[in-house]
Nanobody
Framework: HVQLVESGGGSALAGGSVRLSCAAS????????MGWFRQTPGKPREEVAT???????TYADSVQGRFTISKDNAKNTGYLQMNSLNAEDTATYYC???????????????????????WGQGTQVTVS
């Protein structure tokens, strides 16, 4: 049974930093795509960042240069380091695994939430 558990959410001041973690059980990050998505009430879940099996990454334009996605395959844990936070980053953040690899696009991960098969429960990040 695959399970993803996020941690590290909470409140932060604008300009501050938060680091999210996503521990996986019954699953190996090394094989496939994992990603972070976020959602606010009334809006669809949107991509934040993805990372493929070879470490190739994608970022949403809104977080490029501020957020960093990484993973530790030995620990089966993914991370999202969020710096220079602003109020627009307030959302529930979800980690996702078992994402589709776009082999016809350099092996990068799909950025669509519907292409990820396993999800964590979400963790709230509030920036004020």
């Amino acid at each position: 049974h695959v399970q993803l558990v996020e941690s590290g959410g909470g409140s932060a001041l604008a300009g501050g930093s938060v680091r999210l973690s996503c521990a996986a059980s019954g699953y190996t990050y090394g094989c496939c795509c994992m990603g972070w998505f976020r959602q606010t009430p009334g809006k669809p879940r949107e991509e934040v960042a993805t990372i493929g099996s070879h470490g190739n990454t994608t970022y949403a334009d809104s977080v490029q240069g501020r957020f960093t996605i990484s993973k530790d395959n030995a620990k089966n844990t993914g991370y999202l380091q969020m710096n220079s936070l602003n109020a627009e980053d307030t959302a529930t953040y979800y980690c996702a695994a078992d994402g589709i690899v776009l082999w016809n696009n350099g092996g990068y991960c799909s950025v669509h939430a519907t292409d990820f098969g396993t999800w964590g429960q979400g963790t709230q990040v509030t920036v004020s």
